[in-house]
């Protein structure tokens, strides 16, 4: 982890215009438009704090949380910078900067301890010695001013460097979204304040979350002129072509301390719409997914394949992170991913990680996975397995000596297999039913259900792992056994669908009639949950044992006293 002055010194470089902080975030250093971590480590809410303090904020740490600020300081070794931050719901978001650096926004003053401007102006030499003329009062910024500011959402129109403006654009002053200006970080901001898994910025509509499974409105109606440009401008010049040949792209969009999007931009009516998918700050464990810790097992095979598979939107890829994460904090391997686009940056830690974004990196799936062989891999990640080539490749690598993680879009875990079987040609299914007999060590297949509380999604998992009794069904053609296996294989390790909803009811975090709704068989929860109702009310065994062995103790006594 850099210290405090490492950071600092990153403004000392020509081409970074600010170094941004966030809690639970990697610093970020700002080049152009773009952010760019210069950390392997996330920064908590606390260790910001402390930079902010040793930034010469001391005096105004302590009202971070009701009132923005921003101040000046001298640093040995730096020179002087500019600091504006901001707290909300515990947690930080700051920026830095050189004075010299700032002449595109107006000076502002110095704030005293109670985060208002302070009554006599403070001078703040740079590194030449200059001073700052003095404000006049009418100038003075107010406090949303400095907290729109410190989040980078000033209003100005956003230019992004992946190219010029497409012919559709339509220039507009409107002002969206409570009023803050055309912004899309002032949009994306609210919807990670909101915890939202997605956003939907779409012409003549309010910004759309999801929340709990729910797409709800936020704010005014965005214009169709605006939302046409704010979208237009985040497109990188690369897609542009196949965005106006096929009328949608996908890319990854990194905000710096907004973190990062999954983004899907599409034609639509009413021009163009975008999806923003909210990836989650740092690499989530299977604990913090609510996901069975048996997952992990998959990672103790030197080679074969793992699959993580459910419906679109069912958290998939945090699921696979999560799983080369294990990977790469306990194991000296290197891990090659090819994913479209990359979501979850994995930090360094003890494996060699190379993450390859279709598209920017490679071609296509498949021939990353062909190039891939030849550099020495251990563990090869496949974003999704969605054609019959990167199928192909992908099982002749598990084949090979390499343990091949990847993601599908099949609804259970049996039906997967078929699906896997039924890419390949008549002639070449036996050929793939023998290799996934010995090479298939497990399948995670999830779902994401409403809560009970309302708040968020809850995940039921299906386990299904590699046997003996598994492989001879896949070898011999007869997969429809599947389901009956699963029903008596707990002794294997396999988990239910239906069985892991039941938990979730017993445990109180969804509710009985989602379950029964997603259920593949809804009589069983019922079962189930009758059974544990009756085991529970039913006395213990030994209730009646404690009143036996009185009566036999008086008998005895009854005895005893005949005798004498």
């Not at 297999?417 to 050929?431: E, G, T």
Request: glycine share 8%; proline share 7%.
């Amino acid at each position: 982890m850099k210290t405090v002055q490492q950071l600092l010194e990153e403004l000392k470089r020509p081409e970074v215009a600010e170094v941004a902080v966030a809690s639970d975030r990697l610093p970020c250093v700002k080049i152009g438009e773009k952010y760019e971590p210069v950390d392997e480590s996330a920064r908590s809410t606390q260790q910001i704090l402390d930079l902010l303090v040793a930034a010469g904020g001391s005096r105004h740490v302590g009202v971070l949380e009701t009132k923005p600020a921003q101040w000046t300081a001298r640093i040995d070794g730096i020179g002087s910078i500019e600091v504006q931050a901001f707290m909300r719901a515990g947690r930080v978001q700051a920026r830095i900067t050189m004075a010299k650096k700032k002449a595109s926004l107006p000076p502002l003053p110095a704030l005293d301890g109670a985060g208002q401007p302070a009554r006599s102006t403070l001078k703040s030499a740079d590194a030449s010695g200059a001073a700052e003329p003095r404000r006049r009062p009418s100038e003075r910024p107010t406090a949303r001013s400095i907290e729109a500011g410190a989040r980078g959402l000033d209003e100005i129109e956003i230019v992004e460097s992946s190219g010029p403006p497409s012919s559709t654009q339509a220039p507009s002053s409107a002002r969206i979204h409570r009023g803050a200006g055309a912004s899309l970080e002032d949009l994306l901001g609210t919807a990670r304040e909101a915890n939202a898994s997605d956003v939907h910025v779409v012409g003549g509509r309010p910004l759309l979350l999801r929340l709990g499974g729910e797409l709800l409105p936020r704010g005014a109606p965005i214009e169709e002129a605006t939302a046409e440009k704010l979208i237009s401008a985040i497109v990188p010049e690369r897609l542009r072509e196949r965005l106006a040949t096929q009328g949608s792209c996908d890319f990854a969009l990194d905000r710096g301390p907004l973190g990062r999007f999954r983004v899907n931009v599409g034609r639509q009516r009413t021009g163009l719409k975008a999806c923003f998918r909210c990836i989650p700050p740092g690499i989530p464990t299977l604990q913090s997914l609510g996901l069975p810790a048996e997952i992990e097992r998959g990672t103790h095979h030197h080679q074969g394949l793992v699959l993580v598979t459910g419906p679109t939107g069912h958290g998939k890829t945090s699921t696979m992170a999560a799983i080369v994460d294990i990977i790469n904090r306990t194991k000296t391997h290197h891990v090659i991913t090819v994913e479209d686009p990359v979501e979850y940056v994995h930090p360094r830690k003890k494996a060699v990680i190379s993450q390859r974004e279709v598209g920017t990196h490679t071609r296509a799936f498949a021939s990353a996975l062909k190039g891939s062989l030849r550099e020495d891999p251990d563990v090869i990640v496949v974003g999704e397995l969605r054609d019959t080539e990167t199928v192909r490749m992908a099982l002749e690598a598990s084949e090979t000596g390499h343990l091949v993680i990847g993601t599908m879009n099949t609804p259970s875990a049996a039906k997967t297999i078929d699906r896997l079987v039924d890419l390949f040609p008549p002639a070449d299914q036996q050929m793939v039913r023998m290799t996934l007999a010995g090479g298939l060590h497990l399948i995670v297949s999830q779902r994401l259900v409403p809560a009970a509380d309302g708040k968020g999604m809850v995940a039921a998992a299906e386990l299904l792992p590699g046997s003996v009794a598994l492989w001879s069904l896949i070898r011999d053609d007869k997969t429809f056994q599947i389901p009956s296996l699963q029903q008596r294989g707990k002794a294997f390790g396999i988990v239910r669908l239906d069985d892991s909803l039941a938990d979730l009811v017993w445990a109180g975090r969804i509710t009985k009639e989602v379950a029964i709704g997603i259920a593949e068989k809804p009589a069983d929860i019922e079962a189930v949950l009758s059974a544990r109702q009756t085991q529970q009310n039913a006395p213990p065994p030994d209730a009646q044992k404690p009143a036996e062995a009185t009566t036999l103790l008086g008998k005895a006594s009854q005895i005893l006293n005949r005798g004498r």
